[in-house]
């Protein structure tokens, strides 16, 4: 059973930065996307950031590009999300997941099918 771990989330100030790591238990070559969704109370989940493990290509949501970067080391089984000049609104559960999908890594969740159980990330009030 592969298992995803995130860490790194806590409270950051207004304007603050933080990175986010998600470890995987296999081979980045057992799937070909990655990506960072979160949730904050109320909201439905949304889709942050997302890599493919071969080649460079990311997509970013709107409300993060400029922002936030997806990154992977591919032989630590790690990938990150580094959040910066972070906003209200960037509060939030952020989870980690991957899966086998066709055409690119996008940030919709169709595709992604193993996901961990989440850090907290609470920005600036």
């Known amino acids: 059973q592969v298992q995803l771990v995130e860490s790194g989330g806590g409270s950051v100030q207004a304007g603050g930065n933080v990175r986010l790591s998600c470890s995987v238990s296999?081979?980045?070559?057992?799937?070909?996307?990655l990506a960072w969704f979160r949730q904050a109370p109320g909201k439905p989940r949304e889709g942050v950031a997302a890599?493919?493990?071969?080649?460079?290509?990311?997509t970013y949501a709107d409300s993060v590009k400029g922002r936030f970067t997806i990154s992977r080391e591919t032989a630590k089984r790690r990938a990150y999300l580094q959040m910066n000049s972070l906003k209200p609104e960037d509060s939030a559960m952020y989870y980690c997941?991957?899966?086998?999908?066709?055409?690119?890594?996008?940030?919709?969740?169709?595709?992604?099918?193993?996901w961990g159980q989440g850090t907290q990330v609470t920005g600036p009030s």
């Open positions: 296999a081979s980045f070559y057992s799937f070909n996307c």
């Open positions: 890599l493919t493990t071969i080649g460079s290509a990311t």
């Open positions: 997941a991957v899966g086998t999908r066709g055409g690119e890594c996008s940030v919709d969740e169709q595709g992604y099918n193993l």
